[in-house]
């Protein structure tokens, strides 16, 4: 059988390390495009941790520049394209708000255009977002709800989501668009909520920190592990026909509960560190994301597998052992 050929924008973050080593292990040859960046190599500490830096082909491209795209799906000539690629952290995205549109908006409608004239048999996946939901119409969150983004991020990916729906039905592309939940993991990046709590808790543990400073802690939101979330991109990209999914647990929780379980894994009173602090606040919330992931499950056979508690418990002991700590 001929070795299938993937590109993955975004190889540098958490996603696109678990997707790496996913189509590592089914024997696919690895493309990432990676941006340029002036301090020596590339970010590849991700793609170390998880062990597949060396399995990996690196080119240098960005979201923006359409015609470096191009060149790079000619020369490669992928089966499988996935755009993980994106200003990702919402509270930056008012403060960015001109660059996020670019790259989470704009950089989608370029690798869409690049994949439709260079190898516009591949099969496209789109990383889209629960945060389009916004402001919630549904208690449960499909494909069929309502979208109110509540962020210059969230717009940005409406955007990347209409365009690929749009590419599809205009062009005949094989385009998918992926309506993931917030997961995490140990690579999850130190700015998010999970990460910036565990992160936290390894160091107050280690008596290297003493307080934990949050935002809105009332927040609710459906946690799963990214290792299972990138089985889904797959998935879709290995069915028939391309169409959109949710990809979440159906279970959500709110940011203190969160909390709870990664102070508890240690033995320590949440109550003793958390402190509230205006700063982290944004100015405007999504209160509660809760996703019904039934047709991932009918129609692609997809599952969460992991609980929040275990990968909230597996990230706490990964900071543990990152600061210096056994377990
Ligand atoms: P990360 O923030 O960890 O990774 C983002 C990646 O995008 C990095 O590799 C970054 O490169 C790259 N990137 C940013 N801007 C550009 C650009 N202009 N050109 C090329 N590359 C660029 O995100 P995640 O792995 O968590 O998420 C992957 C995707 O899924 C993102 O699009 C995110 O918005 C989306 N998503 C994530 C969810 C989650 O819970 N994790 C849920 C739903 C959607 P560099 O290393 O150089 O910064
Ligand atoms: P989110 O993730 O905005 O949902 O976007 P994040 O982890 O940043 O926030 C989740 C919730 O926690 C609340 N919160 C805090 N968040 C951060 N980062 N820091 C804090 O101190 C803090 N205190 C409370 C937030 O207000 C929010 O309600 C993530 C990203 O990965 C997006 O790219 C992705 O599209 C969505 O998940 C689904």
Known sequence: MTQKCAV????????GAYLAQLLIEKNYRVVGIVRRSSHFGVAT?????????????LVDGDLL??????RILREYKPDEVYNLAAQSFVKTSWDQPTLTAQATGVGVVNMLEAVRLECPQAHFYQASSSEMYGLIQEAEQSETTPFYPRSPYAVAKLMGHWMTVNYRESFGLFACSGILFNHESPLRGLEFVTR???????RIKLGKADELAMGNIDAKRDWGHARDYVRAMWMMLQHDTPDDYVVATGRTVTVRDMIQVAFDHVGLDASKYVRIDP????????????GDPSKARNTLGWEAKTTMEAMIREMVDADIQRHGGHL
């Open 8 to 15: 993955i924008t975004g190889i540098t973050g958490q996603d």
């Open 45 to 57: 500490h991700r793609l170390d941790w998880i062990g597949v830096a060396d399995r990996v082909e």
């Open 65 to 70: 520049d359409l015609g470096g795209l191009c």
């Open 196 to 202: 910036k709590v565990t992160d936290a808790v390894a």
């Open 279 to 290: 700063q982290f606040f944004r100015p405007a919330e999504v209160d509660v994301l809760l």
